[in-house]
Every structure is written in C-alpha cells, then in structure tokens.
C-alpha cells in the first residue's frame, strides 16, 4: 500500500479557515467511511482530533471538522488561532487489514 | 485515565532485533481493545506497524510482516514489539496506542514515545 497524499504545507492568518486534503484511492480513503486525522504538535505526541471522518473525540474544540468525498478527505481548522501551528496527518484503512497514514502536512498560522 | 510508557534499549546494532515494552496503566489490556505500534522517522511521517488483540488476534504492516513480532503479556498489562534484522531504515520514535477500533484507525492514547538509534 502507498501512503496517503497530502500537502506538505498549508497556512492561514489567525481567524481564517484552512483546509487539509488527503487523497488516497477506493481502496482506502474511498473506501470505508475509516478515516482520521491527528494533530502533532512540536515534540510532542500526536494526538487523535478526528475519527470515522467527520467525528471529534471530547475535549476537541469545533473549530476542527472533517469530510469526505470519493478518494479525498479534508480536514477544516475554522477560527485559526497560533496554538494551531502543528503537523497534521490523516490514516485511513487500507484494506486487506492494513492502516495507511499520509506523509504529513505542516501547518502554519501566518 | 490510560496511560501507556514505552521502554526498551535506545540504541540497538545492525541485524539485531529490536524489543520494546509498552506498560499500560489505569486499563486492564484482558479488558478489550486492540493495542498497537506506531514508528515515526526523524523529521518524517507516522507508520502504522500492527495491532493485537489481548485474545492473540494480530494483524502487521505488510512491508513489515516478516520482521514483526507483536504479542501482549496479560499479567502484566504489557504490550511487547519485536522488529528483527534491523537496519538505519528502522530509527525511529516508536510509539504505543490503544487501537479503540481495529482498522478504524482510533489511535487514543499514545505512549510518550521512544527514540531507537540502529547503528554499530
């Protein structure tokens, strides 16, 4: 399996909305509706901030949101705010019992 | 709250076999989920390496299937990895997670992670 397809960068000014595209095939992303994303902040662990696509876990402020369509999904940082600054990356099942991560996209609050 | 720390060797040799621990606390591994490994290179992405049931029910990364060995020691809440015939390709952070759904990829929590070094 090949890994998902993301921007390596992406930015936005405080208060704007940026959004994060993963692109994968009908094998994966397009595939079953299995499909996170996780926020790694510098040095730090990453953390889980959307699952089955558009699902936040507690404590996962709004302003993150996530969808899908045929091969892509995205994710949406609405209200840009500097602790946002972070690498970003979606996973997906693969099939045939195998998780696929993308390479990563750093995003940058201008 | 769970809690997952990862502990092994920080340097291990070319060719060797890496064996890391991830000691689980404040969740019992016989309970349920699924457990898995998660490595990430330096300055590069995350790759998932398996997943284990505490019934013994194992799925691995295909690229990695022939090295991988993943098992989980119930009386002591331990999830262990095994990576053989290692290489500089192999250095990485790897990191434990609680696998909420197999193949729903639901990695929460994450252990700390630890930092492996394959070199002579």
């Known amino acids: 399996q090949s890994a998902l397809t993301q921007p390596p960068s992406a930015s936005g000014s405080p208060g704007q909305s940026v959004t994060i595209s993963c692109t994968g095939t009908s094998s994966d992303v397009g595939g079953e509706n299995y499909v996170s994303w996780y926020q790694q902040l510098p040095g730090k662990v990453p953390k889980l901030m959307i699952y089955?696509?558009?699902k936040r876990p507690s404590g996962v402020p709004d302003r993150f949101s996530g969808s899908k369509s045929g091969n892509t999904a995205s994710l949406t940082v609405s209200g840009l705010q500097g602790e946002d600054e972070a690498d970003y990356y979606c996973?997906?099942?693969?099939?045939?019992?195998?998780?696929?991560f993308g390479g990563g996209t750093k995003l940058t609050v201008l | 709250q769970v809690l997952l720390q990862e502990s092994g060797p920080g340097l291990v040799k070319p060719s060797e076999t890496l064996s890391l621990t991830c000691t689980v606390s404040g969740y019992s591994i016989s309970r349920g989920y699924y457990w898995g490994w998660i490595r990430q290179p330096p300055g590069k992405g995350l790759e998932w390496i398996g997943s284990?049931?505490?019934?013994?029910?194992?799925y691995y990364n295909p690229s990695l299937k022939s090295r991988v060995t993943i098992s989980v020691d119930t009386s002591k809440n331990q999830l262990s990895l095994k990576l053989r015939s290692v290489t500089a390709a192999d250095t990485a952070v790897y990191y434990c997670?609680?696998?909420?759904?197999?193949?729903?990829?639901?990695?929460?929590?994450w252990g700390q992670g630890i930092l492996v070094t394959v070199s002579s």
């Open positions: 997670a609680r696998d909420i759904v197999l193949f729903g990829v639901r990695f929460d929590p």
């Open positions: 284990m049931y505490h019934s013994g029910s194992t």
């Open positions: 996973s997906s099942y693969a099939g045939s019992n195998s998780v696929v």
């Open positions: 089955e696509v558009n």
